[in-house]
């Protein structure tokens, strides 16, 4: 007797495995070790903006322990040091644009004519520590324009009194002025001054 076997019956087919197990391994090991990867990425990514954070709130802490010490201090001296010295400093200002105010409405500049002999005027009025950034002669020598920076405010008027000295300004009357502090990066404060005669 003889049996026939169908080897094209499913049972008998040779299967195909589309995912084994060690290939479902390789892919989580694979995956691992991409978010592995990005992990540590973002890790160190992020770590200088932690340690910047760190270091601000410990400043910020630091500050505001400096401001409760500051609110203290105020609160038992009633005058600050700071402000006080700003007062004196503001006070002697005015008293320098008052003696400035003072020189320019005695009238005692004249005129004359040609630019070169006012040019030389204000050189030889100069004074040690303020300079000259602008010169306007205009209407002949009728109208008269200054432009400079000093030092200190204190050396203004003592130009002036030798401006008012020379005799080719005599005759001129200068009946505007303009006192500003800019202030410098590097260090002490120029005053920038403007004085014409209109």
Do not use: C
């Amino acid at each position: 007797m003889m049996q026939q076997i169908n080897l094209y019956q499913p049972m008998f087919r040779k299967q195909s495995v589309v995912f084994s197990a060690a290939t479902m391994l390789q892919a989580g090991i694979f995956f691992l070790f991409i978010f592995l990867s990005l992990y540590a990425y973002q890790t160190a990514k992020v770590k200088p903006y932690k340690e910047q954070l760190t270091s601000l709130e410990a400043e910020l802490s630091q500050l505001s322990s400096q401001v409760t010490a500051l609110e203290k201090f105020q609160k038992g001296n009633s005058k600050s040091k700071l402000l006080e010295n700003e007062i004196e400093k503001l006070s002697n200002e005015l008293v320098q644009r008052e003696r400035i105010s003072k020189i320019l409405s005695s009238r005692t500049f004249g005129n004359s004519s040609g630019f070169s002999s006012y040019l030389e005027s204000f050189a030889r009025g100069h004074v040690q520590g303020t300079w000259l950034t602008d010169v306007k002669i205009n209407q002949g020598g009728a109208a008269l324009g200054l432009k400079g920076k000093t030092l200190s405010s204190e050396l203004v008027p003592i130009y002036l009194q030798k401006l008012a000295e020379e005799k080719n300004l005599m005759g001129s009357s200068f009946n505007v002025m303009e006192l500003a502090r800019v202030e410098k990066e590097e260090g002490d404060p120029e005053i920038s001054f403007s004085i014409s005669t209109n």
